[in-house]
């Protein structure tokens, strides 16, 4: 098992809850310190996978030693992260509701859109601790389907009975889940998306930072299909104040009467937010997966 696997198992996941529960937050910034600076000293594979996503991002590589200073920087706040969110697991929503500055502004948009009719899809970003995150927006009574990996493992379904419990239901992609959630944005509902997991089988590449990436276009092609308006969000960690979240304007399909340039114009639309909000906080993205095309595939096909 690759140490990527290891943290997705759902025993050493139960494990992490009992010990995160029960440590308190000296203690469990102080093992996050160590298991990251361990992973960043032996350099398995996903270390190596995250310090490529990395080494995509402006300003990161700049000088001698930046790269692996801010990926081993990467996998100690994936740690505190972690142990932020199963700490909180078990506490009651008005609690959650504090852990997470939410500006009004979210609700009040939503509000707005869902007043004329419209759904919302809120698009998120893999960034800080977005599962702590998920949970604190129904924490504020908000009705959400999420749509989570495809074939998620017994860990990743266990992460979703966690976030079920504050009533953040993740359903996992599939036809059958993909009409359910059209047919709540077309009622006016709202969704949740993962907007950068990467997505090795699109067939059409997007530039991120200049360069062609597996972004998904699932974000894009539901807007077109539900007229939903799309708010993109990116929870992130400030040493003075706390869990904050980067919210975009609300942001409206764009239809040209050309199905494929739809998709390929909106989903550039989402990736310009996400530069702007990434570029400012690379040591707290939480991508472990391949997500620039290599060379072979650098043509526009992947």
């Not at 494990?15 to 032996?42: C, D, E, F, Q, T």
């Not at 604190?136 to 998620?152: M, R, V």
């Not at 006016?188 to 090795?200: K, R, T, Y």
């Not at 991120?208 to 539900?226: D, E, I, Q, W």
Request: hydrophobic residues 40%.
């Amino acid at each position: 098992m690759d140490l990527q696997e290891f943290f997705k198992n759902k025993g050493v996941i139960r494990n992490g809850l009992l010990l995160a529960r029960a440590a308190p937050k000296w203690a469990g910034y102080g093992l996050a310190k160590s298991v990251g600076r361990m992973i960043a000293r032996r350099k398995p594979g996903v270390y190596w996978q995250l310090r490529d996503n990395l080494a995509h991002i402006p300003g990161t590589n700049d000088e001698p030693g930046q790269l692996d200073r801010i990926t081993r920087r990467a996998f100690i706040n994936a740690g505190r992260f972690y142990y932020d969110f199963y700490h909180a697991i078990g506490l009651p929503p008005d609690h959650i509701r504090e852990l997470i500055q939410i500006p009004e502004i979210v609700f009040e948009h939503i509000d707005r859109i869902q007043s004329s009719g419209r759904g919302v899809q809120l698009a998120g970003i893999h960034l800080s601790n977005f599962d702590l995150g998920s949970i604190s927006l129904t924490a504020h009574g908000l009705e959400i389907q999420a749509l989570s990996a495809a074939n998620p493992n017994e860990g990743y379904e266990y992460q979703n009975e966690l976030r079920k419990k504050y009533g953040f239901i993740a359903t996992p992609i599939n036809p059958s889940t993909l009409k359910t959630a059209i047919r709540r944005l077309r009622d006016g509902g709202i969704i949740a998306v993962g907007l950068d997991w990467p997505q090795p089988d699109e067939t059409c590449l997007t530039e991120v930072f200049g360069k062609p990436a597996y972004v998904p276009l699932g974000t894009a092609r539901l807007a077109l299909l539900s007229d939903a308006v799309t708010i993109i969000l990116a929870f992130y960690y400030d040493k003075r104040l706390g869990y904050q979240l980067h919210v975009s304007d609300p942001i409206e399909v764009i239809r040209t009467g050309d199905k494929q340039e739809d998709i390929r114009i909106n989903t550039a639309a989402y990736m310009r937010v996400f530069e702007s909000i990434v570029s400012k906080h690379p040591e707290q993205w939480m991508m472990y997966h391949r997500f620039w095309a290599d060379k072979a595939t650098q043509g526009g096909e992947a």
